[in-house]
């Protein structure tokens, strides 16, 4: 079984003329490696959490980005030499390598789920608690926003940044669907309402 850890809970403020915003970044450990989930932007909050594990840089093996939004991304220039994973590439330096299904060497399951963004990725991860979801941006909500999480409000919930909202209801869908907890990009995890 795999463990999932949030180091990070998402946030999302509205400020004068724009965001302060870092997404939920999380530590999974599966196979003997130390994954990274969107390191996110906020420096200072990622450098605390890692030591709070008992963990420093250079004990990650890998990063996993859901998307290329810059709030999710700014923080991989603090792992220079590791491999960055998206849905289907390593990036390894200036070398490109496909995979597919899952994880290289881990039983992390990767779901296109486009609609935020048009790469848009999720994993999903065999936990002792269940599945649970880290879903990146296909669900999100500004700091202080009542977070209901019924069925039909996530399906219907709004997204000002979405690039396809049929694909994203449809993403939405799909990882409702096969989760028992989901980890957002921004708030606080819920449990999935069978």
């Known amino acids: 079984m795999s463990e999932v850890k949030i180091l ?31 390191p996110g932007a906020n420096k200072d909050l990622l450098l605390k959490a890692l030591s709070k594990e008992g963990l420093k840089i250079e004990n990650i093996n890998l990063i996993f980005v859901t998307h290329y939004h810059l ?22 330096e200036d ?17 296109e789920t486009p ?6 990725t999720s994993l999903l991860i065999e936990t002792e608690k269940g599945k649970v979801a ?3 941006d296909i669900f999100w909500w500004i700091d ?8 039909e409000t996530l399906l219907k919930r709004k997204d000002p ?11 939405r869908r799909k990882i409702l669907e096969i989760a028992d907890y989901i980890i957002p990009g921004h708030g606080k995890m819920f449990k999935v309402e069978k």
């Open 8 to 38: 990070i809970e998402g946030y999302a403020r509205e400020i004068k003329g724009g965001w302060r915003a870092s997404p939920s970044t999380v530590l999974i450990r599966d196979s003997g490696l130390n994954i990274l989930v969107d």
């Open 144 to 151: 202080g926003e009542k977070q209901k999480t019924d069925k």
């Open 71 to 92: 709030d999710h991304i700014l923080n991989i220039r603090l792992f220079p030499g590791k491999d960055i994973l998206d849905g289907n590439i390593i990036y390894r």
């Open 134 to 136: 880290v879903a990146g």
């Open 115 to 120: 609609g935020h963004a048009h790469e848009h």
């Open 95 to 111: 070398k490109e390598i496909e995979f597919s299904g899952k994880i290289p060497n881990t039983n992390i399951k990767v779901i």
């Open 161 to 171: 940044f979405a690039k396809d909202k049929e694909a994203l209801t449809d993403s």
